[in-house]
């Protein structure tokens, strides 16, 4: 298969529980379905209101400045409590039906189902018992503390979106130096080290959860 037997999807929806899910797991890679022809969307669910007075507007802020850079027009976000996602899985789904109602997207990007954090778990689950039409499912590896069971199974080159990639994380003012993940230095090397496994300078890794041939 040359590269121009990929199927380039037409819709694409990602995704997150919090700000900066998407950015950190296919930021690079929404920028390059971006390139290719697709239409992206991208939802969170939570705006980490609770960390510090404030936050809310700011996070959501970040987020929408961070989604459109790479591309998405209308990021959309909730205001569910943030480690709360678990009570408030029917609520989720409801969302995300609506979405796949309005968007009938044929790609969807969520966090990884054994991520050990709960909120992104809950948004995982929802995700694949929402989306049983012929959607195709991937899950995005979020770097952060525990995130090390991660094996990816698919890898998307983005050697040329790299730079949209850390741009958009850059808009995450609030993370730099409050998390000890989140830096450029870790971003990169996490993409260097999924480019090292698969061939391509850089890449972002993913694990299939359902794919239609
Ligand atoms: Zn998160």
Redesign the pocket.
Known sequence: MGPSSRPTPSKVLAL???P??IE?GCGGSLARFRDEGSELHSAVFST?GDETPADSKLRAREYAVAAKSLGVKRPVVYGFPNRELPEHRHKIMREMERLQEDLGPDLVLI?FLEDP?Q??ETVARAAIRTFRRRETILQFE?L?YGSHTFTPSLFIDITGTLDRKLDALRRYKSQFGRRAYFDEESFRSLARTRGAQSGYSYAEGFVVYKMFW
Request: hydrophobic share 25%; glycine share 8%; with cysteine.
């Open positions: 997150g529980a919090h900066d899910d950190l980490c966090p954090h909120d992104h979020i952060r």
